[in-house]
């Protein structure tokens, strides 16, 4: 689904990690105008200073009885491709905000044009660098949850560096945790899904909750109930493909 991908340094000489490559793709009238239309309201311009999140989501608050009102939880989506599964789960979760980063103008314009169709009120975009957005405009200990839904798995054993589920990133997104926030990962290609189980098993910050509740996954997640099925999954669920989902919880 996503289309993000890291490039990281192997040595300091070596340029910083990002969490794109950029693509280039047709955006269609609908999207174009779901930019125009809505993107002034909807989209958050990347600043090199920690995000104001009242300002970002002026309905971010919820009341919670005798402790008054507390900030509704903040999720973090990397990459979300055209916008289906985003869509989805923003309208099935609405007391929970999403920030959602993608550089693929199409994409963003997908996003936008459903966030009209479904009067989703609960979506902000950054069409920025995640690692950026990351780095400069989220605190530590801001995020409820992470979402990195079928990032790019670049195949290719020499493209394996590319990829965008390495320590570096997680280590990032572990520090922005709230203590029992999430990281969701899913991908379709085996071979990274054991990458990712590695990667996020070795950070200390963070536990694997399927550990414990399903050992007959072997370190893999049930699908949580909020994930959808695209359709190119169930295309490759048809087609007898694996899908591995990790959820693991910052301690």
Known sequence: MTQDTPSVPAS??????????????????GQTKALDELGP?????????????????????RATGQNGIKPAPLVLEIGF???????????????????CCEVHDPGVGALLKRIGEQDLRNIRICAHDAVEVIDHMLPEQCLDG????????????????RRLIQG????????????????HCATD????????????????????TASQAHPELQG????????????????GLKLGHGVWDLVFERV
Do not use: C
Request: glycine share 4%; charged share 25%.
């Open 81 to 99: 491709g055209m916008g289906e599964a985003t869509a989805h789960i923003a309208a099935l979760l609405p007391d929970t905000h999403f920030l």
């Open 168 to 183: 570096p990133l997680v280590a990032k997104l572990a520090a922005r945790l709230k203590v029992g926030g999430y990281i």
């Open 12 to 29: 300091p000489e070596r340029r910083a990690i990002r969490s794109f490559v950029k693509r280039t793709g047709r955006t269609t009238a």
């Open 220 to 235: 893999y997640a049930p699908k949580p109930h909020y994930r959808p099925l695209t359709k190119f999954e169930n295309r």
């Open 146 to 161: 992470v979402h990195i839904f079928f990032p790019d798995p670049w195949h290719k054993a020499r493209h394996n560096k």
């Open 189 to 208: 290609w085996q071979e990274y899904a054991e990458q990712m189980l590695e990667v996020l098993g070795a950070e200390p910050l963070l536990k694997n």
């Open 41 to 61: 309201r909807f989209l958050l311009p990347y600043q090199p200073d920690t995000l104001d999140f009242a300002a970002a989501f002026p309905d971010t608050t």
